[in-house]
């Protein structure tokens, strides 16, 4: 079984969509380790704020196979197939980390780049896997978020809740 962190986001009707992913990968996967959710603005072009959260999950499918089924789970709800990368979106699910592979893998950057570039990505990956370690920085993901130039971009923490549990 690879573990498995991924990257959840939302700027359309951002709670019934990060709800329903996470409704939808439970009953995929199993049990979900899930992050804090966060609020942040758009990177990379202009829309409405995000929330942002990351999830932990097993699973033994190969990579491919993962990032296929992901992208069915974002386009059942309501993703475009050929939505542009910087675009607003219902879902958006992105594949973190898989084990500590390294390099493009099957047609996925591995670990994600976003990781290191973005606080809506660093920050809840520090608060799920404080000790887990980057696999190619060899820091851990509380020394990463240490690290940070946290004034570079605003998360705020929000109360958000899923299957009866605040996150």
Not at 135 to 153: F, G, H, I, M
């Amino acid at each position: 079984m690879a573990q498995v962190y991924l990257g959840l986001g939302s700027n359309i009707e951002r709670e019934r969509y990060i709800t329903a992913g996470l409704d939808a990968l439970a009953q995929r996967f199993g049990e979900l380790q899930v992050s804090p959710v966060y609020d942040s603005a758009a990177v990379g072009f202009e829309g409405q704020p995000f929330l942002n959260l990351v999830l932990a999950l097993n699973t033994d499918l190969p990579l491919g196979e993962l990032a296929r089924t992901l992208r069915h789970i974002e386009i059942e709800h309501g993703r475009p197939p050929n939505a542009p990368r910087f675009s607003p979106r219902q879902l958006d699910i992105d594949i973190l980390t898989y084990d500590d592979q390294v390099g493009m893998i099957e047609g996925v950057e591995l670990p994600r780049g976003e990781i290191l570039e973005n606080a809506f990505v660093l920050r809840p990956l520090a608060d799920l896997a404080p000790a887990g370690v980057h696999p190619v920085a060899k820091c851990t993901y509380r020394e990463l978020w240490a690290d940070y130039d946290q004034s570079s971009q605003e998360i705020v923490a929000v109360a958000f809740s899923w299957r009866g549990r605040t996150l």
